[in-house]
């Protein structure tokens, strides 16, 4: 079944988000408030360098994705992806006044839709602070509480920069935080089916404040494997040692597995915090 989906942010996330969706056979709004990228994405041109992008927006752009700085497409939309950046402050705690922002600007829209719809949390998010900090902007816009017209669900992306359209297109896992939504579990259910049927992805039915922990969770232990096996490369490298015939050799052992094992470049991100409370926020892979 196609679904009308609106995607608001065109960065990283939102455009390799868009056009795989539209991929997937559904119709596909991306918002954003910068008229060059709206500009660039409705000309089938990719803001982004990402290895499979380019195409998909040359296949669809135009027909089954659009692009536009106004949200005039939310109120008629199933779904409603919010993926805006929540970068780091100074203190390691993240800054979610451009999510705020977009959460009232999608609320004010949905005082006009007729149905049901869900707006999906995909921005990178501590535990609790879409209960507390985004339904109620959501909420306050649009006049209507959650549960009702409206629905909210966290569903974390987890993609690598080189390979994010393949990391969406088959990927080792699809987590959706509903807390027990039904409505929105069977959106899901109809937006990702190619995904599970295709590849037998499994499905993590949780909740939010769980969703949102499974994005920092992976994070975390991806950005520690990738720090041990730089400071093991430094290692072999004061031995003499060939770092990259000990990395075949331990990612062998599926306790540890083969991936992330090459040394090099640090993990990209945001640091991590002062305050060890805040979780790690955010390292974002």
Known sequence: ??????????????????ACLADLGHDVTAIDIDEEIVAQLNAGESPIHEPGLDPLLTAYSGTSLRANTTYESVPEADVVFLTIQTPARED?????????????????ALADADDYTLVVVKSTVTPGMTEEELIPVIEDASGTEEGGDFGVAVNPEFQSQGSAVDDFMSPDKIVLGTDGDDRALDIFAELYEPLVAEWETPVVETGRREAAMVKYANNVFLAAKVSLINELGNICKEYGVDAYEVADAIGMDDRIGAKFLRSGVGYGGSCFPKDTAAIMAAVSL
């Open 1 to 18: 079944m196609t679904l009308d989906v609106s995607v608001v942010g065109s960065g990283y996330v939102g455009t390799t988000l868009a």
């Open 92 to 108: 390691g705690s993240i800054d979610i006044g451009p999510l705020r922002a977009a959460a009232e600007d999608v609320g004010a």
